[in-house]
């Protein structure tokens, strides 16, 4: 299995698909980053790619795998990203 690309490689393409500096491509990313974080709270879109969205958790009831004891899991917010169709249509291919 392939690695993963850095930010830098990520950087490095988009500089050179756009034409425009390495260093101007990394403040992109990072602000598209900034974006993501501050606006997560709406939802964020990518598109294309697909959205950040916060979602809340109910209570449950949980299992500790150690021993088998019950345990109480609170309520609590998750942030959560849903792919967008068109990126599983072009990753996976049309079904």
Same mark, same amino acid.
């Given at each position: 299995?392939?690695?993963?690309?850095?930010? $830098?490689?990520?950087?490095?393409?988009?500089?050179?698909?756009?034409?425009?500096?390495?260093?101007?491509?990394?403040?992109?990313?990072?602000? /598209?980053?900034?974006?993501?974080?501050?606006?997560?709270?709406? $939802?964020?879109?990518?598109?294309?790619?697909?959205?950040?969205?916060?979602?809340?958790?109910?209570?449950?009831?949980?299992?500790?795998?150690?021993?088998?004891?019950? /345990?109480?899991?609170?309520?609590?917010?998750?942030?959560?990203?849903?792919?967008?169709?068109?990126?599983?249509?072009? /990753?996976?291919?049309?079904?």
């Amino acid at each position: 299995m392939a690695k993963p690309l850095t930010k $830098s490689q990520i950087a490095a393409a988009i500089a050179e698909k756009a034409g425009v500096t390495k260093k101007n491509a990394g403040e992109i990313l990072e602000h /598209i980053a900034d974006l993501a974080y501050k606006n997560a709270k709406n $939802s964020f879109t990518l598109p294309g790619l697909g959205k950040l969205v916060l979602v809340n958790r109910k209570a449950r009831i949980g299992r500790n795998p150690a021993t088998g004891e019950q /345990i109480n899991i609170p309520a609590k917010r998750v942030v959560k990203f849903r792919v967008a169709k068109a990126a599983k249509d072009a /990753i996976l291919g049309r079904k």
